[in-house]
């Protein structure tokens, strides 16, 4: 709990699904060739870089940790991509998003939170097809309903 209650203090990006859903973005634009593979790799290892010397800089002092526990405005605008995963669930679930939640990134993350769905993506279900049609086995339904019951499928598949 003091690892993650840090990580809410100092680097709350690292536990927003945005934060997520901007690297995978990324690593998606390396496969419709619109980014470069070490470009990405290289803005993802100084990401890293970047936290890791910030953590390392608080060294052994104390940390104040204050956690909102019903989440709340962070008063920070959200990325691009969160905005973008959050409207991708909207329309997955068939609702709006309020406007002044598109406006914070601690409202969008605590609203992607509460709305997001255990749905299989579209290249996850993808795969698990291409897998059925190369054994020639059938997907059952109920791994068709969930993201982690098709990963379960595919690991004893593939």
């Not at 990580?7 to 709350?12: G, K, P, V, Y």
């Not at 002092?61 to 959200?78: C, Y």
């Not at 709006?96 to 601690?106: A, F, L, N, V, Y």
Request: aromatic share 4%; charged share 30%.
């Amino acid at each position: 709990m003091a690892v993650y209650m840090i990580l809410r203090a100092e680097a709350q990006e690292i536990l927003d699904p945005a934060a997520t859903a901007e690297m995978e973005l990324a690593l998606d634009e390396i496969l419709s060739a619109k980014n470069q593979t070490d470009q990405v790799v290289s803005a993802l290892v100084d990401r890293a870089v970047a936290f890791n010397e910030k953590m390392k800089s608080r060294g052994s002092q104390k940390i104040d940790v204050k956690v909102k526990t019903n989440g709340g405005a962070s008063g920070t605008q959200p990325s691009k991509a969160a905005v973008s995963f959050a409207e991708k669930i909207a329309k997955a679930v068939g609702c709006t998003i309020p406007k002044e939640t598109m406006k914070d990134r601690g409202l969008l993350s605590d609203w992607i939170d509460q709305h997001k769905t255990d749905t299989p993506t579209e290249k996850q279900v993808g795969y698990a097809k291409s897998i059925s049609e190369r054994k020639k086995i059938e997907i059952p339904p109920e791994a068709m309903r969930s993201r982690s019951a098709l990963s379960a499928w595919i690991g004893e598949n593939s």
